[in-house]
Nanobody
Framework: EVQLVESGGGLVQAGGSLRLTCTASGFTFDDHAIGWFRQAPGKEREGISC????????YYTDSVKGRFTITSDNAKNTVYLQMNSLKPEDTAVYYCAAGEYVAPLPILTSSGAMDYWGKGTLVTVSS
């Protein structure tokens, strides 16, 4: 059974930091791309970052570039999203997702064309 489990969400003040964790099982971790997506209340889902677990290459959308860092630990089948300098507009449910690495990371991130999805973790940034 494929599972993606996110953790690490919570309430933080603006300017603070959180680290989200995505732990995967049930598929071959190191030949997939793992992405982080978020959905704020009343808004569409937004892809924000993606990593190729085989190559280590990464992609960030402009909204998080320079503030968020995605990394993977293939030995633990885990991907992390370090979020610094958080803003109230970062408030959302954050999801991780996995897909075969068959397209450039920007395409996978913007399209959300992933095969497996977690259930999400809530991040709330207070002003």
């Amino acid at each position: 059974e494929v599972q993606l489990v996110e953790s690490g969400g919570g309430l933080v003040q603006a300017g603070g930091s959180l680290r989200l964790t995505c732990t995967a099982s049930g598929f071959t971790f190191d030949d997939h791309a793992i992405g982080w997506f978020r959905q704020a209340p009343g808004k569409e889902r937004e892809g924000i970052s993606c990593i190729s677990t085989s190559e280590g290459s990464t992609y960030y959308t402009d909204s998080v570039k320079g503030r968020f860092t995605i990394t993977s630990d293939n030995a633990k089948n885990t991907v992390y999203l370090q979020m610094n300098s958080l803003k109230p507009e970062d408030t959302a449910v954050y999801y991780c997702a996995a897909g075969e690495y068959v397209a450039p990371l920007p395409i996978l991130t913007s399209s959300g064309a992933m095969d497996y999805w977690g259930k999400g973790t809530l991040v709330t940034v207070s002003s």
